[in-house]
C-alpha cells in the first residue's frame, strides 16, 4: 500500500497567520482528500481533491498528482482551526475495492 | 445533505457487556466503514461494507461484530472487549468502493468507546 507523510507533525501560529501543511505520498493516488478534526473528534471534509487547485473560503489546497504531493493553505488563522489535519489516499486493497491511507496528520494551535 | 450520524456519542462498558455502535446515512451511499482511531494515532480501517456485504474486514478480532441490516444503517457489535479496545470508532460511507477510488468518504462525530 502506499505511505502517506504529513509535515509539520505540530505547528503553532498567532491568530491571523498563515500557513502551508504538506501532504506526500509514496505512490500515485486515485483521490486525495484533506480533514480537519475537531477537539471532539469529528472528522470535517475539507477538500476532495485528486489533482488541481480548489479552494473554499480562507482555505485552499493543491494536488500535483505527477509529483505525488498536496498542499493546504490556511489564511488568516482563526482560533477555531485548532486541531488535527488529516491526508489521506486510495490504495487498491483487492476485490476491486480503494481503500483510505491517512498521513498521521498535522496539530495546529492557533493561540489568541 | 452529508451527514453520517452515529449514536452513542459515548459509550462505557464492561469487559463482560454486549453492547452496540448504531451509524445511519441518507445520502444513498452503498459502501459504508468502520474506523478504529486510538489517541494522537489517524484512524485505522476495520471493515468495509459494499451492497450490504462485508467487503473487507482487516483482520479484526472476533469480539468486534460489524452488520449491515440495510443500505442506511450499519451496526458494530461488542462482546468482550479488552481495556486497550477502548478508541473512538468513526463511521464512515462513500457513494462506492470501486471505480479507481474516486469517491469522496464522508465521516460520523464518532462513539468514544471506554472499556473498564
Known amino acids: 500500500g502506499i505511505q502517506v507523510e504529513q509535515s509539520p507533525p505540530d505547528l503553532i501560529l498567532q491568530e491571523g497567520a498563515n500557513s502551508t501543511l504538506r501532504c506526500n505520498f509514496s505512490d500515485s493516488v486515485n483521490n486525495l482528500q484533506w480533514f480537519h478534526q475537531n477537539p471532539w473528534g469529528q472528522l470535517i471534509n475539507l477538500f476532495y481533491i485528486p489533482s488541481g487547485t480548489k479552494q473554499n473560503g480562507r482555505l485552499s489546497a493543491t494536488t500535483v498528482a505527477t509529483e505525488r504531493y498536496s498542499l493546504l493553505y490556511i489564511s488568516s488563522s482563526q482560533t477555531t482551526d485548532s486541531g488535527v489535519y488529516f491526508c489521506a489516499g486510495t490504495r487498491y486493497s483487492g476485490a476491486g475495492s480503494y481503500q483510505l491511507t491517512f498521513g498521521k496528520g498535522t496539530k495546529l494551535s492557533v493561540i489568541p | 445533505d452529508t451527514e453520517v450520524t452515529q449514536t452513542p456519542k459515548h459509550l462505557v462498558m464492561g469487559m463482560t457487556n454486549k453492547k452496540s455502535l448504531k451509524c445511519e446515512q441518507h445520502?444513498?451511499?452503498?459502501?459504508m466503514y468502520w474506523y478504529k482511531q486510538k489517541a494522537k494515532k489517524p484512524p485505522e480501517l476495520m471493515f468495509v461494507?459494499?451492497?450490504?456485504?462485508?467487503?473487507i474486514n482487516e483482520s479484526v478480532p472476533s469480539r468486534f461484530s460489524p452488520e449491515c441490516p440495510n443500505s442506511s444503517l450499519l451496526n458494530l457489535h461488542l462482546h468482550a472487549l479488552q481495556p486497550e479496545d477502548s478508541a473512538l470508532y468513526l463511521c464512515?460511507?462513500?457513494?462506492?468502493?470501486?471505480?479507481?477510488?474516486?469517491?469522496?468518504?464522508?465521516f460520523g462525530p464518532g462513539t468514544r468507546l471506554t472499556v473498564t
Open positions: 461494507y459494499s451492497y450490504e456485504k462485508l467487503s
Open positions: 464512515a460511507s462513500s457513494q462506492d468502493i470501486g471505480r479507481g477510488g474516486l469517491y469522496e468518504q464522508y
Open positions: 445520502m444513498g451511499h452503498r459502501a
